[in-house]
Nanobody
Framework: VQLQASGGGLVQAGGSLRLSCAASGSDFSKYSVGWYRQALGKQRESVASMSWGFITDYVDSVKGRFTISRDNAKRSVYLQMNGLKPEDTGVYYC?????????WGQGTLVTVSS
């Protein structure tokens, strides 16, 4: 499985971005999907996740602003980010995992200016 993330960019505080991640291969629907981010000098953290059963979870700092979604027919996962803040700046990685598998995308840079 290969993951291709896109949608990052430079945005002003308060703006919005939508990240997309397309997966190759089959059986996408059986996996949990998620987005992680890594700010400069910090550890990678989980931002949002969705189970194969569409149950979502978010880190507290993005609740109410970010929405994760998936389209199993398109083998894709999305992250809608609204009300962006400078502290949301970082490289965002998509991830799918389950059944002993753990796949990562290449990362897409999100920069939020104040």
């Amino acid at each position: 499985v290969q993951l291709q993330a896109s949608g990052g960019g430079l945005v002003q505080a308060g703006g919005s971005l939508r990240l997309s991640c397309a997966a190759s291969g089959s059986d996408f629907s059986k996996y949990s999907v998620g987005w992680y981010r890594q700010a400069l000098g910090k550890q990678r953290e989980s931002v949002a996740s969705m189970s194969w059963g569409f149950i979502t979870d978010y880190v507290d700092s993005v609740k109410g602003r970010f929405t994760i979604s998936r389209d199993n027919a398109k083998r894709s996962v999305y992250l809608q980010m609204n009300g962006l803040k400078p502290e949301d700046t970082g490289v965002y990685y998509c991830n799918i995992r389950g059944y002993g598998d753990d796949f990562w995308g290449q990362g897409t840079l999100v920069t939020v200016s104040s």
